[in-house]
């Protein structure tokens, strides 16, 4: 509840009785002191000695007399003066100012006219003269005679001067009294702190406070507090606020014993009631249930509102008060509402959290007025996938749906799929598991996309499925050729009659299944005279042929074939067609009509690609995909072809084309060479060609030359298995001078891979050039870096299996599989194991989580160990006198089986090396520890045909921390409060903040 509170502060005259004023005995206190009186003490008469000797008045200041009588109020009630004004007693006469004898002050001698007085503005004094100075009295000095006397002090002479004082008591009086805090909590400690208290006579005063307007020492409600003291006055008054939540006043007034001040009053509130529980406005922007946190930004908020002012929340992973939640979970409470910083919170369907609050004078809700909120996070869209495609099928194939998330069940997905267009819209829900059938022959499309519960749509895909297309023979593709010349068909020749065919995936390939049959005779006859024989798979020529037997006895110009061909694909369906007029023809040359490349702009570390454009005369129309050419390239004016020499080139369909990638510098000029073959002759086109490769010269476009550019391109330019930077001097730059620090970091994990010492002033780093391949080969760590030769480096590789053995090949290779299987080839060494040792110059270290080798100018490692031993330990709780299984994995690092006939053994500062208990397929320990500490154990494993291997971990023992437990008494009382409090309040209606 939002609670107002003012400070009321009201001067109340008391009515009970009207301020009087009494004598009271006030406490003179004297002494005779050499040269000057001490303290609040003042001089009333100076003397030449303390016996038998002259006096003058307090006013002087002779040399010769440097005693004097001092006196003042012990109690410091009233100051005392030694004039002769106003209220104010003659103790002494004086014959002189100085030098003087004296007379009892009650005498008038006209010879003693300098009168010596004791006074005050607060008091009365009465001097008499005595024998001995009566309890009341103070004896200032003694005196030889009544007149023409001398003086001493209060021992040299029979008649002392004695003197007392008294003064008027009046009432104290206050001004005003505060209390703080106001608010304040039901039941919490109000401290009431009064102010203008003052006192005439400076009297011990007591503080009494009460709920009505005459507080006294029977009507006092203060149970704590300095309450009782003199001049200057420093009161308070504490006492237990009221449990309920209203307005309170309490009036105050000080006593000195015989008078009271008037009344003064202040007024505070009390609260008793939490605030209200808050209500959710939206979790991380999701503001209806079920909520979703969808941001994927390291954080989930939960904004609510905020139903009391000055309220403070915290949330917790569990139904907890606010004071049992830890302060690092503090909410952020701005004017009207509420806000909750989860942090992060991992991808899950379901998870709860809980609001507990407290008002501003610290009234917690209950568990019971906890917010609770249940709400998933999931940034991830589904991974819905399809099964069963891939290769060729026949009419009817089906594809099936398997709806994935990475938090929730397929029956939380929905999918939607379309079918047979590459470009249709998916609109069709399908369930997990469902399928999808396809018979239309060729290539069918499928697109698909899901969504999850939390409306995180999965990107669209698309698959083909092939449906098996009848293969088709087309009159081109049936041929055939003539072994030897010349090339015109004669009796007793072998002619090659040849069978081409395409199917939906592709040509016909013979190795895969396919089969052809061949029919011949001649044109006009009806009987044929090769019927439905099998034709041979030729792998050179790429096509099925069936080789006959000239054996006419005519010219074979007289005789014309008639040719039918049958293929079989690999699904079992098949096509044929018939050719008429099969003959043969003299063979002319094929020529060469243009080579140009694809683009003419300036390149460098890409792909180049040539073309070239031919045909053969003795085809009808411009084909060259009959033809077979070949490439050659040289720097121009360059004597011989030394760039690329006779490389065969591809066909796309409409030219042929070769792929080269540019390295050289800018401004080169290259000649290119072309030569189409038809099986027969072949043609050679040549022409001089020119381009410029490097626009700008700045390749890597990083606003440097290359001219003088030391670094050329970045980390991301590197042949890498990852993302790698690299760093000069530990910054990422573009270009450097001078001997420097070169340092290459994955950037997946921030881990150094290589690092060396590099002069840019004399070479260039080129980055494409550079190869870094980071994996696992047959389960262990390897690391390969090229294109640095001769680079004094050091690499780090890190650990995986846990042996200790490494291989290292320190020369130029390209794949891992240059290594040698049991690391014996030249340039390999083996380090067994890696502890720090140097060999041929290489030094290999273990640095802990990886090995550092140094001295490599090539740079290849692999982890060479034949085992693996991974440990930890379990428990619910890790506490003292608690029951800890501890675990070891030893392993097949190439199967990953356990080792069956090795034996492990654990060690701990207290027992030493104990052997562990092998239960397939772990080995296993317990213990427990007696006292809290961190605990270092060591396992050792070892087998006579694996790699033994040790590895330590620590283990940290504590007790979770204290909870105070309630006393027996303590909590019947607790017990009986909440009772009693419940009963009043069964009573009475709460209201709300």
């Known amino acids: 509840m939002l609670v107002k509170r ?23 206190s004297c002494a005779v002191r050499q040269s000057a009186c001490s303290g609040s003490e003042v001089k009333l008469l100076g003397m030449n000695a303390t016996s038998d000797t002259h006096a003058e008045l307090a006013n002087q200041s002779s040399a010769d007399y440097p005693f004097y009588v001092c006196c003042k109020d012990s109690t410091d009630v009233a100051t005392i003066a030694s004039t ?48 001995s100075c009566s309890g009341n009295q103070a004896c200032l000095l003694s005196i030889s005679a009544d007149t023409d006397a001398h003086v001493g002090n209060c021992s040299a002479y029979s008649t002392q001067v004695c003197c007392n004082m008294t003064y008027t008591n009046t009432a104290p009086s206050i001004t005003s009294v505060s209390d703080a805090p106001d608010p304040v909590k039901g039941g919490a400690t109000v401290t009431l702190t009064p102010a203008g208290i003052s006192d005439d006579e400076s009297n011990s005063l007591t503080l009494y406070c009460s709920d009505n307007s005459l507080p006294t020492s029977g009507n006092d409600k203060c149970t704590g507090g300095t309450r009782t003291g003199g001049s200057p006055y420093s009161f308070t008054c504490t006492f237990a606020a009221e449990t309920d939540d209203t307005s309170h006043t309490v009036y105050c007034r000080v006593y000195d014993g015989e008078y009271y001040s008037g009344a003064v009053s202040t007024s505070y509130t009390t609260d008793s009631t939490p605030p209200a529980a808050v209500t959710i406005g939206n979790v991380d922007g999701d503001s209806s249930s079920p909520y979703w946190d969808t941001s994927n930004n390291s954080q989930t908020i939960i904004q609510s509102n905020r139903p009391d002012s000055g309220m403070l929340c915290r949330w917790s992973t569990s139904d907890q008060v606010y004071s049992a939640i830890s302060g690092d979970n503090e909410c952020s409470v701005g004017d009207n509402s509420v806000s909750c910083n989860l942090g992060l919170v991992g991808q899950t369907s379901s998870i709860s959290r809980y609001i507990s609050c407290k008002d501003a004078v610290g009234n917690e809700q209950s568990t019971g007025q906890n917010t609770d909120v249940t709400f998933g996070v999931d940034w991830t869209e589904p991974t819905t996938s399809v099964s069963g495609y891939g290769s060729y099928y026949l009419p009817g194939k089906q594809v099936q749906f398997h709806e994935a998330d990475n938090t929730g069940t397929p029956s939380t997905i929905l999918t939607w799929h379309c079918e047979p267009t590459v470009g249709c819209t998916p609109a069709t829900e399908i369930d997990n598991l469902e399928n999808v059938s396809f018979s239309t022959r060729g290539t069918n499309y499928l697109r698909w996309f899901s969504k999850d519960a939390a409306q995180n749509q999965q990107p669209t895909q698309t698959i083909s499925v092939e449906i098996n297309s009848l293969p088709v023979i087309a009159n081109g593709d049936m041929q055939y050729g003539i072994g030897g010349a010349p090339y015109t068909g004669k009796n007793g020749q072998r002619i090659y009659f040849y069978c081409d065919g395409t199917d939906a995936n592709g040509a016909v390939d013979g190795n895969s299944g396919y089969s052809a049959k061949i029919w011949l005779k001649h044109q006009g006859e009806p009987s044929w005279i090769v019927s439905g024989s099998t034709m041979t798979w030729s792998a050179i020529d790429g096509r099925f042929f069936f080789d006959h037997l000239l054996d006419e006895s005519d010219d074979i110009y007289n005789k014309i074939y008639d040719m039918t061909c049958e293929i079989t694909d690999n699904l079992g369906e098949k096509a044929n067609n018939t050719k008429a007029s099969i003959f043969t023809v003299i ?55 030394n760039r690329l020499e006779d490389v065969p080139m591809a066909w796309d369909g409409t030219d042929h084309y070769v792929d080269y990638q540019v390295v050289d510098n800018g401004g080169q000029h290259y000649d290119a060479q072309c030569q189409f073959n038809d099986g027969v002759d072949a043609s050679t086109l040549y022409q001089e060609f020119q381009t ?7 390749w890597d476009h990083d606003g440097v030359s290359d001219a003088t550019d030391r670094i050329g391109g970045t980390g991301g330019n590197m042949n890498a298995s990852g993302s790698v930077s690299l760093l000069v001097g530990g910054s990422q730059v573009n270009t450097s001078t001078g001997v420097q620090t070169v340092t290459l970091k994955d950037n997946g994990d921030d881990k150094v891979l290589v690092q060396f010492l590099y002069n840019f002033t004399n070479s260039t780093i080129d980055t494409p050039l ?39 090949k320190n020369s130029g290779i390209s794949s891992f599989s240059d290594i040698s299987a049991n690391c014996n080839a030249g340039d390999e060494t083996i380090f067994d194991p890696c502890n720090g040792q140097t060999i041929g110059g290489i030094r290999c270290t273990d640095m802990g989580t990886y090995f550092k080798i140094d001295g490599l100018t090539h740079s290849a490692a692999t982890e060479f160990g034949t085992s693996r031993l991974s440990i930890w330990s379990e428990a619910t709780l890790m506490q003292p006198l608690q029951l800890i299984a501890f675990k070891a994995n030893y392993s097949n690092i190439s199967s990953g089986d356990p080792i069956t006939d090795g034996n492990c053994q654990i060690w701990f500062t207290d027992t030493g090396w104990t052997n ?42 504590f007790y979770p921390a204290y909870v105070p437990e309630f006393g027996t008494w303590a909590l019947l009382l607790a017990l009986g409060v909440v009772a009693a409090g419940l009963t009043q309040m069964r009573g009475k209606s709460l209201k709300r903040k």
Not at 103 to 120: A, H, M
Not at 632 to 638: E, N
Not at 926 to 935: D, H, I, L, V
Request: glycine share 8%; net charge neutral.
């Open 84 to 131: 002769c004004t106003g209220s104010s007693t003659t103790f002494l006469r004086l014959s002189g100012a100085t030098d003087a004898h004296v007379e009892k002050g009650t005498l008038s001698n006209v010879d003693y006219p300098n009168r010596q007085c004791i006074s005050s503005g607060t008091a009365t004094f009465n001097c008499d003269y005595q024998s």
């Open 916 to 957: 562990m208990n092998y239960v397939a397929p772990l080995w296993n320990y317990t213990k427990t520890f007696s006292s809290e500490a961190n605990y270092l154990w060591k396992v050792n494993c070892t087998s006579p045909t694996f790699d033994h291997l040790n590895v330590s971990d620590t283990v940290g023992i």
């Open 692 to 698: 410029e490769y490097i626009t700008a010269d700045d």
């Open 6 to 28: 003012g400070l009321a502060l009201i001067l109340l005259v008391a009515i009970t009785s009207i301020i009087a004023s009494t004598a009271v005995l006030g406490v003179l």
């Open 587 to 641: 063979n002319t040359p094929p020529y060469g009509d243009n080579i140009y490349v694809s683009n003419a702009s300036a390149q460098k570390y890409s792909n180049i690609r040539w073309y070239c454009s031919g045909a053969d005369a003795d085809i009808p129309t411009h084909q060259e995909s009959t033809l077979t050419a070949h490439f050659w390239l040289r720097t121009q004016g360059a004597g011989s072809w």
């Open 770 to 808: 550079v190869l870094i391949n980071r994996t696992l080969v047959n389960g262990r760590s390897a690391i390969l870096i090229n294109g640095l030769d001769g680079v004094n480096k050091t690499i780090n590789l890190p650990k995986v299996t846990g042996s200790s053995r490494i291989c290292v």
